[in-house]
């Protein structure tokens, strides 16, 4: 349950009017800048790493590795030496393929060892320390083709670093990358080709005279490759999914029409009514006892409906929208807008989720009236949608991946 409610938080300001966080002055990425940003980090040293977002991973883990020797006489096994390091391992998704291909999906590492104490028969000449990452790679069912666990992920050209323990001390820096190979073009027909690597830092150390030294190994991450033809920013990529994605709406996030260079959209009308509805669900339209709505918790998200995946997600997708606006027409909506008003009618959970309107259509009536509208603002409305879009695809969030909204003071 711990692992599950993992989450990170992105706000929806960075996708103002659904543009790249690039073109609103931002970091489309903001990866972990550094080794100290990743100790600084209070997730970093668990079995999971640290999820700073979608695209940035770390992990650290501590290496005490002993030299032993044992002989017949005089008989027992002594300590010959130790060594002792901190070891760092920075992630980095990716937005698009290799070198701009759609079927050579990456992700690429930083490693850093730093070196407390290496003694006695670890500086002996001839020893090495070899630093590598293994990742055991696993494709989603359905994938075409006949893709092997090698091609779901592979070492790429940055295959680690092997060299004596007193230059690890000297420089303990290092790269790897991790590659995907698609069997197919990008394309609908051909679903999302998700791989999956399963990856692990391992420090392997050969000493003369000794036969067997144990490696070390550090936690094992997660990284997702994708192949998603509907994603309008970039049809391929690679993100760190063992955390559940969360898109923050601001109840201070006003409109200004009298902003420099252009009138500002805010989304407020929409954090009001989304923060009312998961605050307290049995007070929204459509009135209904014990109403429970997904998507403000990670132990109870939405899941991503894709209307261009496939003619039953476009289905349910439009099926969800006729249940808002047959429900928007009762008199009884809170908000309804009067004369000359320009007010849209909001729902959550959103059409684009499995959780939307309908989903007692499919899931069962348990579900019916599970879900809230509520006229409001409709510039600020659509500027919620906008940004939102941007969002599913600047994080990838994927057909079927769960997601939550948060709301911001």
Known sequence: MAAWERTY??????????????????????????????HD???????????KNRFSYCQETLTVMPAIRCGLWPPGCYLQGTFISTNTLIGR????????????????????VDVFLSSGDFNKAGAKLEAKLECEGDWDIGVPGSP???????????????????QWKYNGDTKFDLWSLAPRLPDVANGDQIATGLFTPVLKFTIPGYSQVIPSEGEQGEVRFDSAAYNVRAKVGSVFPDATPALRYDRSDTSDPSAPVEPYIGVAAVADHIGDALDDP????????????????????????VPGFGLNEQERYDANRSVVSSTCN??????????????????FPFASSYQGAARYQYE??????????????????????????????????????????????
């Open 9 to 38: 938080t992105v706000p929806s300001q960075r996708f103002n009017r659904g543009r790249k966080p690039e073109n609103n002055g931002q970091d489309p990425y903001e990866y972990i800048a550094d080794v100290d940003e990743c």
């Open 41 to 51: 980090a209070d997730d970093s040293d668990n079995a999971s790493g640290w999820i």
């Open 93 to 112: 998704g990716q937005i698009g393929g290799l070198g701009d291909s759609t079927l050579t999906r990456f992700a690429e590492f930083d490693f850093n």
């Open 148 to 166: 092997t666990a090698e091609d779901a992920c592979q070492p790429g050209v940055y295959t680690g670093r092997s060299d004596s323990p007193s």
């Open 282 to 305: 049995s007070s929204t339209y459509p009135t209904k006892s014990e109403k429970r709505l997904a998507g403000g918790s990670a132990l109870n998200p939405m899941h991503r409906l």
């Open 330 to 347: 009762n008199a009884a909506v809170p908000g309804r807008p009067t004369a000359g008003e320009q007010r849209d009618c909001d729902e």
């Open 364 to 409: 069962g009536d348990a579900y019916r009236d599970d879900f809230s509208v509520r006229y409001i603002d409709s510039d600020e409305n659509q500027e919620a949608g906008r940004r939102l879009g941007s969002w599913y695809d600047n994080d990838r969030i994927l057909s079927h991946d769960p997601f939550i909204v948060v709301i911001g003071d």
